[in-house]
């Protein structure tokens, strides 16, 4: 019964629209149910150390337990025929799989029993540590439909302490050896998968776990460009773990802000950078696939930074057959957005344009370990912070969420302020996505439509778009992330807790289907290949919102107790599960 394409005359979107809410829990439309799987602290292994409400747990069993902060995320379906990874088509088990996903935070008045205050100590770092980064799980649907986790020799953690190896163009570059080996992966916000099969998890804001103990440091120029601290941090891991005092260990941060490629299918696999990809603040990266190359698209997430794309060098499945990755050969390029609706991609290659030897650039490592500056350099477009971005799988466009921001106005940007984001959308000339001419217009400019007359949403009200996600049968999945620093403004009044929506890219049309509980970001989506499940990650639920109040190691509960509702436990980042009750197709 596949509905892929679809009956012509059957609307893509046949759900009942959710309205607006504040509820403390999750609401998905009529004949529909969402069941939660995986809350953070759940072990990995069936004999492992259960999770404690009381935040008793140790930085050991958080090593082995599902992270905190649930975001972007994939599901990698097992073969019908006994194969252990699925080579995609009719064979793919839509009932058991891996799903892998990332923990891109954590929060102090979650995840010890006293916060941050006081004494910090090794044991409070690495818990937090241990609950940033990656899960692997083994998923299983049940008899009753409902699903499960379940042992797998696949399922494990990748944290900040995993070793991990570098490879590409900057692997050998003198700014990433540092004092240590090699280690780990952090604020790992939103993702990708290849086309053979493996994760990419992508590195955010890095720089927020930087700083140093040291009196009067003064930040270079690329700890300026990248924003690092130039005293102590938030998280105090500085002053426990040289490793992230970057007085002590200057290089260790040259290690963060890349994109990781993760093999879920071999749990003894070392993580690795795939520095061909630029160091940035990347929010995901979406994989497209032209003329047998790997083309893969991605944003820096900050107020006036750029939008990217990697190009292989050659067809992936011939470079993997000569045992090269497609990700370690190809070429980096940056948007800019002219302003009469066309684009250029701009490469990033050492020797071309502006960046030569006589302006400062030292060879194509120092290029990608400072890509922010490349981008500078060429004359990249400014945008209003790209977050995730994705395609129509019926047309090819791209789609790129632009959460909000002031770098405008620019047509490409078209509100200064913005504080309700826009969705912009590009189509490479001739549909070939190797090259380095396309067309773009503006999707979708988001807000509340009686706050604003620019805002041109046609169904339902939305801010600050984040997630996004094209789905087989050309649906589009758009998912917000309102900040608890914003969501107090009037701006926000009438919009409720975060949302996810699904558009429908022909006729423009926007459908509230998810709303999320108190002070949680809705982020991370996928389905099984048949659409009759869907995976949906409910991140921060609780987290401080200046309206409603700020919870503390003593109160977690001051704004959310979801999904428990335990009056002595506490809010708990976690994975949803979305099925129809007659079993059918998500959305349709
Ligand atoms: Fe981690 Fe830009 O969201
Ligand atoms: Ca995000
Ligand atoms: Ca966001
Ligand atoms: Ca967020």
Not at 182 to 211: A, D, I
Not at 495 to 507: E, S, V
Request: aromatic share 8%; with cysteine.
């Amino acid at each position: 019964a596949s509905v892929a394409g679809g009956d012509p005359k059957r609307p893509l979107i046949g759900f009942k629209a959710v309205p607006v809410s504040k509820d403390d829990t999750v609401h998905v439309p009529e004949g529909y149910v969402a069941e939660v799987l995986i809350p953070w602290g759940t072990p990995i292994h069936s004999d492992g150390p259960a999770w404690k409400k009381n935040a008793t747990n140790s930085a050991r069993d958080q090593a082995v337990q599902v992270g905190f902060n649930h975001d972007g995320m994939h599901f990698f379906p097992f073969d019908t025929r006994g194969r252990m990874k699925s080579r995609g088509g009719k064979h793919d088990n839509n009932g058991a799989g891996l799903l892998v996903l990332n923990h891109e935070y954590t929060d102090p008045a979650m995840l010890t029993i006293d916060g941050l205050e006081g004494d910090m100590t090794l044991e409070k770092a690495r818990k937090h540590q241990h609950a940033h980064g990656v899960s692997v799980v083994s998923v299983r649907q049940q008899r009753d439909g409902s699903w499960k986790n379940v042992d797998s020799p696949f399922n494990r953690r990748v944290h900040v302490n995993t070793p991990v190896r570098f490879s590409g163009p900057a692997a050998g570059s003198p700014k990433l050896k540092a004092k240590t080996e090699p280690r780990g992966t952090l604020n790992n916000c939103s993702m990708g998968h290849t086309p053979w099969g493996t994760y990419v998890t992508c590195e955010e804001n890095w720089n927020q776990y930087f700083g140093t103990t040291a009196k009067g440091h003064e930040a270079t120029a690329e700890e300026k460009r990248y924003g690092l601290p130039t005293g102590g941090t938030d998280y105090r891991w500085e002053e426990v773990d040289e490793r992230f005092d970057l007085v002590k260990d200057p290089h260790e941060q040259f290690r963060f802000g890349w994109c990781v490629e993760i093999d879920p299918f071999d749990p003894d696999q070392v993580p690795v950078k795939r520095t061909a990809l630029g160091r940035v603040k990347h929010e995901n990266c979406h994989f497209a696939e032209s003329n047998g190359r790997v083309v893969v698209y991605t944003g820096d997430d900050q107020n006036g930074e750029y939008i990217y794309k990697y190009v292989s060098a050659a067809p992936w499945r011939s470079m993997r057959a000569r045992g090269k990755s497609p990700l370690d050969e190809g070429t980096l390029y940056v948007a800019r957005f002219n302003e009469d609706g066309t684009g250029t991609w701009l490469p990033l290659v050492f020797g071309q344009g502006a960046l030569t030897k006589a302006n400062g650039w030292a060879d194509q490592a120092d290029v990608l370990v400072r890509t922010r500056r490349a981008g500078d350099a060429v004359g990249a477009t400014k945008m209003d912070r790209p977050e995730w971005i994705t395609e129509n799988t019926k047309t090819g466009h791209v789609f790129c969420t632009l959460t909000n921001g002031s770098s405008g106005p620019h047509p490409a940007n078209p509100r200064k302020p913005n504080p309700y984001g826009h969705i912009i959308r590009w189509m490479e000339k001739h549909g070939d996505k190797t090259g380095t001419e396309f067309d773009w217009d503006i999707f979708v400019i988001a807000g509340d439509p009686e706050k604003d007359p620019m805002v041109n949403i046609n169904g339902d009200s939305f801010g600050s778009p984040d997630g996004i996600w094209g789905d087989p049968h050309g649906r589009i999945w758009i998912q917000t992330d309102v900040s608890n620093s914003t969501q107090h403004l009037k701006e926000y009044e009438h919009l409720g807790n975060n949302m996810m929506l699904c558009a429908d890219p022909t006729t423009r049309e926007i459908r509230r289907f998810l709303t999320g509980p108190k002070g949680c970001e809705v982020t991370g989506v996928i389905a099984t290949p048949d659409m009759r499940t869907m995976f949906v990650n409910i991140q921060h639920p609780g987290e401080s919102t200046k309206a409603i109040g700020e919870p503390t190691a003593k109160n977690p509960q001051a704004v959310s107790s979801w999904p428990e509702h335990d009056p002595k436990g506490r809010p708990r980042p976690s994975t949803i599960v979305i099925r129809r009750k007659d079993g059918g197709v998500i959305g349709s």
